[in-house]
T-cell receptor, first 112, second 117 residues
């Protein structure tokens, strides 16, 4: 049972434009959410996180938005750069637990 | 900071061989480490949660006797794939949680590509 879902397996965006990656979850107990970036044959790299007490967290070009009522989070990258081309995973966890649940990933291609 | 080193990065071996993969937290203590497996174009599949000084907790469907996990210190966890067969070929990734701090991200190693001939 996939508790964290990324329904778009791929996304292409022109350089300089905004990239929006989406993620949905089913477990209302999740209260900590993260985005990871992954290049082929490498481990995921932590990008940005947000706790359920917030609805927005910003770090440079990356902003994560959380809509708890819709059980939806999104990652905005602006402006997009060719080096952002990678697979992006969203993940969720419960405060009192250690386990993280990962989505299936979205492959982002930023076209120069 | 928060560097996780995984070794080796690539292993090719014959069927029936046992392979050990090491996961080290280089600049922090990791009470909890995780082992994932990733098939091509699929998500990270959690195999087990490794806690320092205690037995690992395996996810449903993961064979404990096949995938031996040892977390003997706060900076090292090992995954041994025993009597590996071609179907065990995959990309294995470890991650670590920093101490017992809550609301912290997992820090991942660079993964190990295991190819069984």
């Amino acid at each position: 049972d996939q508790q964290v879902k990324q329904n778009s397996p791929s996304l292409s965006v022109q350089e300089g434009r905004i990239s929006i990656l989406n993620c949905d979850y089913t477990n209302s107990m999740f209260d900590y959410f993260l985005w990871y970036k992954k290049y082929p044959a490498e481990g995921p790299t932590f990008l940005i996180s947000i706790s359920s007490i917030k609805d927005k967290n910003e770090d440079g070009r990356f902003t994560v938005f959380l809509n708890k009522s819709a059980k939806h989070l999104s990652l905005h990258i602006v402006p997009s750069q060719p080096g952002d081309s990678a697979v992006y995973f969203c993940a969720a966890s419960i405060l009192t637990g250690n386990q993280f649940y990962f989505g299936t990933g979205t492959s982002l291609t930023v076209i120069p | 900071g928060a560097v996780v080193s995984q070794h080796p990065s690539w292993v090719i071996c014959k069927s029936g061989t046992s392979v050990k993969i090491e996961c080290r937290s280089l600049d922090f203590q990791a009470t909890t480490m995780f082992w994932y497996r990733q098939f091509p174009k699929q998500s990270l599949m959690l195999m087990a949660t490794s806690n320092e000084g205690s037995k690992a907790t395996y996810e449903q469907g993961v064979e404990k006797d096949k995938f031996l996990i040892n977390h003997a210190s706060l900076t090292l966890s090992t995954l041994t794939v025993t009597s590996a067969h071609p179907e065990d070929s995959s990309f294995y990734i470890c991650s670590a949680l920093m101490g017992d701090r809550i609301n912290q991200p997992q820090h991942f190693g660079d993964g190990t590509r295991l190819s069984i001939l």
